[in-house]
């Protein structure tokens, strides 16, 4: 018998995450990063580059406002999923520093696509798993995004003025069209992402302001979710990248996601968005914690639907 791919799992996934901290100048958040991974430091432009020659970056950001004058956008190397505990490290060593973040700073976590020229041609990445179609796995992401739009809304807190400017939800045309293509490819899902073809897109292009950012899979060949506020608590963000990558790994495992939306019932809401991230495959004690985070801004109970029986 042909041997089969196991399954991805959100272990196997590479990822990198953006993090926007205002009260804090480059050189600071450079420091707290090298005090954590070590490496070698060059305060002036912010960079902390590691013994395997990944490099931390803290950059300046002109969309954050602070009240010193001062910000800076953390952003990683790509990292794998042993590098939790590092990232979450890195996170309080930030906040040790001073740094603060306020409703002008945002969380992006980026996945590797793969299966896209992206702009260095790059061809590999968890999208293609297993010999898979990258364009096909990203329909089942569409959908999949499309079908939990409002839950995640919810759970996850987002502003409706950044849900409006900077992380718009999935658009319905753009699921539409996805789904009645029946010979979806990289290319044709460019053309109906941006209106027009578009393979080598600029990095500041109207359409990356999306909660599911497409746009880096042609600039960069990753794709980039733009839903979360921004927190400095090491749990949060852990929850976040976990989330991400469960996601990820169930659009790139399933044959087919379904794109009819799940309307946004208050109160079952906690329940509901529990029974999605169960089907994500967050359950177990790996997960707790995340559960816990994911799930505390949600009205009703996480176990029973239509609450606790009487006498129960």
Request: hydrophobic residues 35%; positive net charge.
């Amino acid at each position: 018998m042909p041997a089969t791919t196991a399954p991805l799992t959100h272990r196997d996934i590479r990822f990198g995450i953006e993090i926007e901290t205002a009260e804090i100048d480059l050189a600071d958040a450079a420091a707290a990063i090298q005090s954590v991974v070590g490496g070698t430091i060059n305060r002036w432009n912010g960079t902390v580059t590691l013994d395997d020659g990944r490099v931390w970056n803290a950059v300046y950001d002109g969309s954050i406002t602070s009240n010193n004058g001062r910000h800076a956008e953390v952003v990683s190397p790509i990292l794998r999923y042993e590098d939790m505990d590092d990232l979450q490290n890195i996170v309080r060593a930030l906040r040790r520093a001073g740094a603060r973040v306020n409703s002008s700073c945002g969380i992006h976590i980026h996945v590797d696509a793969g299966g896209s020229r992206g702009r260095h041609g790059r061809n590999v990445g968890a999208f293609s798993h297993g010999g898979k179609d990258a364009a096909k796995t990203i329909r089942n992401l569409v959908r999949l995004c499309h079908k939990n739009d409002e839950l995640i809304g919810a759970a996850l807190g987002i502003d409706s003025d950044r849900r409006s400017r900077w992380c718009r939800p999935v658009s319905t045309d753009l699921v539409e069209d996805i789904s009645a293509d029946r010979n979806l490819t990289l290319d044709r899902l460019n053309v109906r992402w941006y209106g027009h073809q578009n393979l080598r897109p600029r990095h500041y292009d109207a359409s990356r302001y999306a909660g599911l950012n497409l746009h880096n899979v042609w600039y960069r060949g990753t794709v980039e979710y733009r839903w979360f506020e921004a927190t400095l608590h090491a749990g949060k963000v852990k929850a976040y990248v976990q989330f991400v990558l469960c996601l990820t790994a169930k659009a790139v495992n399933a044959r087919s996601c379904s794109a009819t939306k799940t309307p946004l019932r208050t109160e079952s809401a906690k329940y509901d968005f529990r029974c999605l991230l169960l089907s994500l495959g967050m359950s177990g004690d790996e997960f707790k914690t995340a559960r816990l985070h994911l799930l505390s801004r949600l009205t009703g109970s996480a176990a029973w639907k239509n609450g606790r029986p009487a006498g129960r």
